[in-house]
């Protein structure tokens, strides 16, 4: 009986494995990108990126961009879901310990504050905010968006942010990404300059040589788990994410042969890239659905309306004329103070217009004006215009206020769901990481780095976990709008309780009520920093103080009828002394 012969991969080399596994991350969004590409070119053409060679381009397609309203709508939604979310403004978001369980001390408390406010401080002076608002942006686009966090020397963390279209992206098991291909191009000069000359392809020497040196070279860059088996590097054993840069080469060129080296090795213990992805199934990798798209079809009509509306105005003005066969050889002219000699015999009517045109251009404006209403509500702008638009003289009340949240709420509470697992989350994971890297070794020494050392505890529990965890709440505009109802219900309880007693005259009818926890879960949920709450050990002994000061005013109080009593007691046995002497008895 013949044996079945077994077929054996090939081993591949370090090039030919990282051209795989970039090409497989890359073939995830072929089927996407016609979507994209049209959302580039009606809804963002200067941003959308057809290839890597548009990198730079000042003269990027804005042929068939007639209105500005689906632009204006997203920039819209985009700077009102970063002030909802992640304002630099304010703080929006509290560092607390992971285990509820676990009381933690003041010192605790300070010091996780002071961290929270030195990660914030470093997001302002670096260029996260613009970053995070042009992924924001991006994502109610092209339903993705994605962004950088690096460590850098100077200011910790350096960001960038990349066009849709020059990138793909992978998922882990969860639907986390965990994988970032991206094509790019770099002059032959910049790419020298920034690489070095002894990794460059032999191509890129000869060109910089041959003064060249302005020609684009491609560019690829990877990100991903570091578990594949053909890693030779030095950094394989030490980071949790390789990364990769090489010049792409094509046809014959793409066999790297042996002294293939690429152009920067190195990784990262956490996943760099922060995504933001609209509405998605749990196998796609992108959004399936997200306001660019459901507006896309409005746009594309609002642009053949007003190409219609043109048209018809630019035939109005110089419409195509008519004439009697006798003007055939003579010289028409339209231009001003220029002279047309016409037929006598026909008269003026020899020549004019070849047909009446009578475009109802009202009905035309008020049809573009529902389509942009359209596209505005597609974008969810309507809403957010209606609240900046308010209007009303008189100064908001609490219950107006509250309403407003609430309605913001609507708007961007599902939108939170979403984006603080995906986004802000790794973006407050990697900050505070990076600040941590720079600060362990002044740490170790016992010394303060970037950041403060922690307390001993919190030391102590890193050591028993392995790493320094903590638990983030969020406390932005929409995060408390989302906590309004419970705080409604807390405070509408408190206040049924307090009438209820008024009316029945019965105090004791607040005695089922846990004041303090009442003021603890009123605190936490309206995002009051915990610092500001005192804890129980304090409120304990301040409630002690309290009931001795008191105690002691109370008996300073007495002491005038005390010292009275006593008188007149010594006064009234004095007189029985003095009657009972009298009258001959005993003193």
Known sequence: ??????????????????????????????????????????????RYQWSESDANRGDASMSDFLDITAMDASDTAGSFLLDGIASPARPWYLLGLPDRSEAATVEE?????????????????ANFYPSLESCLTDDLDFGHGAFGIYPRDTKVIHCEDYAPGTYRLGDDDYGMANRFARRYTMTVAKLVET????????ATRDAYKNRKRMEP????????????????????????????????????????GSKWQPLRSGGYKRFPIVTA?????????????????????????LFEMEMDGLNGLKKSVDPPLKAHPSMMNRVVSLRSKEITYYDALQGPDSIGPLH?????????????????????KAYRADKVLALLNDTRSQPLTAEQTRAILREKLQLLGPVLERKAPETLGPAIELVSGYLIDASVGAWMAGEDGIVPRPPQSILDRAARNGSLDVKVEYISEVAIAQRAVGLDNLEHFARFGAEFATIT?????????????????????????????????????????RAQDQAIAQAVAAAPE????????SAARASEAELAASQGGPA
């Open 562 to 569: 005390v010292a009275g009593a006593v008188k007149d007691l």
């Open 277 to 301: 992805r609209w509405k998605r199934a749990s196998d796609n990798t992108y959004g399936t659905m997200w306001p660019g798209l459901q507006a896309l079809a409005m746009v594309i009509r």
């Open 109 to 125: 408390l300070e010091w996780l504050t002071t961290f929270r406010d030195i990660a914030l401080d470093t997001k302002r002076r």
């Open 217 to 256: 070279v491609t560019v690829r860059h990877l990100i991903a788990p570091n578990v594949d088996a053909i890693e030779r590097h030095p950094f394989s054993d030490r980071w949790a994410f390789k990364e990769r840069y090489w010049e792409e080469k094509k046809g014959d060129e793409r066999d790297p």
């Open 356 to 376: 009446e045109i009578n475009i109802p251009f009202e009905v035309l404006y008020a049809k573009q004006d529902q389509v942009r209403d359209a596209i505005r």
């Open 505 to 545: 005259g019965d105090v004791s009818a607040l005695d089922i009520i846990d004041k303090d926890d009442l003021m603890r879960r009123h605190s936490e949920m309206s995002g009051v920093n915990p610092t500001t709450v005192r804890d129980e050990d304090d409120v304990a002994a301040l409630r002690a103080q």
């Open 1 to 46: 009986m013949a044996e079945s012969a077994v077929e054996v991969e090939p081993v591949l080399s370090e090039r030919q494995a990282l051209d795989r596994e970039f090409d497989d991350i890359w073939s995830g969004g072929v089927s996407y990108e016609s979507r994209w590409q049209l959302c580039g070119r009606y809804l963002r053409p200067t």
């Open 195 to 202: 690489f070095g000359w002894d990794v460059v392809s032999a």
